[in-house]
């Protein structure tokens, strides 16, 4: 039984169940940060493989930016799908 005032601890009895009390609370915090961390971080994909990307996509992405002009998207479209089974 564990007297406040009395025989309950004494000398290093108070000193270890500090010690003890400020570990488990380092350690509850820890664990807190470590999940919240992992909960907060988007899903890794695997080393190497790219976001699929279909190639009408890639075809729309270049002529937004530019790089190919309507005419060309329109026919390089046409062939895409004809290859397509």
């Given at each position: 039984?564990?007297?406040w005032?009395?025989?309950?601890?004494?000398?290093?009895?108070?000193?270890?169940?500090?010690?003890?009390?400020?570990?488990?609370?380092?350690?509850?915090?820890?664990?807190?940060?470590?999940?919240?961390?992992?909960?907060?971080?988007?899903?890794?994909?695997?080393?190497?493989?790219?976001?699929?990307?279909?190639?009408?996509?890639?075809?729309?992405?270049?002529?937004?930016?530019?790089?190919?002009?309507?005419?060309?998207?329109?026919?390089?479209?046409?062939?895409l799908?004809?290859?397509?089974?």
């Amino acid at each position: 039984m564990l007297f406040w005032y009395g025989d309950g601890m004494d000398g290093w009895g108070w000193f270890a169940m500090s010690v003890g009390t400020v570990l488990f609370r380092g350690l509850l915090i820890t664990v807190a940060v470590i999940l919240l961390r992992t909960m907060g971080r988007p899903a890794e994909r695997p080393s190497g493989s790219r976001p699929t990307t279909s190639a009408e996509q890639i075809l729309g992405e270049r002529l937004a930016r530019g790089e190919i002009d309507e005419e060309e998207f329109r026919r390089r479209l046409t062939a895409l799908r004809s290859a397509q089974p």
